[in-house]
């Protein structure tokens, strides 16, 4: 079954209600990948101050607000202009300078190395060409910069909780079309051989998941779907952090090569 990437046209105006299924990303996810990545940058001695970063895939903006809040000139692209328009909206409300553009991911709408890390959550998944999006992010990041993301693993787990949880399910279904297909998601080998392709030096792959990892929160799951917490509340109760296995999901680092 082909992904519906046209839900976030459909949603996305939405990205910042606690109520909006598409708020699950925020929660505990984003800051546990912002936690991860700045982790990366800290141990090779780079701050976040004046960095030019490149969101591909932002959403509705809120891995480029924590970025931003941080010291980092942002430019977020995303092909739902729905989703921009959201991101601008929300920015402009907290006073954050975050720049933002309409566009896909195999063809970026920015210079060569105009930037000085890149990163792309919750995106790898969905693209139509991984190969492409990859070159053309190498193109945008300056030599030595680094490349920050998270995808999922094809899995028996990665389909269990990110397929047949929450579209297949009835009792715990919280999207009524496809959001992601199986046969799209990505081991940590396959990427790996990809960033290499492209002009990346892997770093790292690690773990991302709920901590505990707890059969619990599917009862949260079914509480939200029927509106008695929200997505952002069952999202903060995941607690995602790093993991210390990546058979559902994982995020990592590589560098553009400086050859």
């Known amino acids: 079954m082909a992904i519906d990437n046209d839900v976030y046209d459909r949603i996305g105006a939405g990205w910042w209600d606690e109520e909006n299924p598409l ?17 990366v940058l800290r141990r090779h001695g780079i701050s976040l101050d004046g960095v030019r970063a490149l969101d591909v895939g932002c959403g509705g903006g809120f891995m480029a607000e924590q970025f ?15 989703s921009i328009a959201a991101a601008r909206r929300h920015a402009a ?6 720049a933002y553009r309409a566009g896909v991911g195999e063809r ?5 190395a105009e930037f000085d890390i890149a990163y792309c959550c919750d995106v790898l998944e969905h693209v139509e060409d991984l190969d492409r999006v990859l070159a053309e992010t190498a193109r945008a990041i300056a030599p030595g910069g680094f490349y920050f993301f998270d995808t999922l693993n094809r899995t028996w787990l990665a ?12 009792l715990t279904r919280v999207f009524d079309t496809p959001v992601h297909d199986y046969s799209m998601f990505i081991t940590p080998a396959e990427l790996g051989e990809a960033l290499r392709r492209n002009g990346f030096v892997v770093g790292e792959f690690v773990g991302l998941g709920p901590r505990p990892v707890d059969p619990r929160v599917a009862v949260d799951l079914v509480r939200a779907r029927l509106g008695r917490v929200s997505f952002g509340e069952f999202s903060r109760r995941l607690r995602f952090g790093r993991l210390p296995f990546t058979r559902a999901a994982y995020m990592g680092y590589a560098v553009r090569f400086a050859g």
């Open 23 to 39: 708020n699950m990303l925020a929660g505990s996810m984003t800051p546990a990948r912002f936690s991860y990545f700045t982790s």
């Open 108 to 112: 970026l709408p920015v210079a060569d």
């Open 159 to 170: 389909k269990l909780l990110m397929i047949k949880i929450p579209q297949d399910w009835r």
């Open 93 to 98: 409300a907290e006073d954050l300078p975050i």
């Open 68 to 82: 931003a809040r941080s010291g980092a000139r942002v430019l977020g692209v995303d092909p739902s202009e729905v």
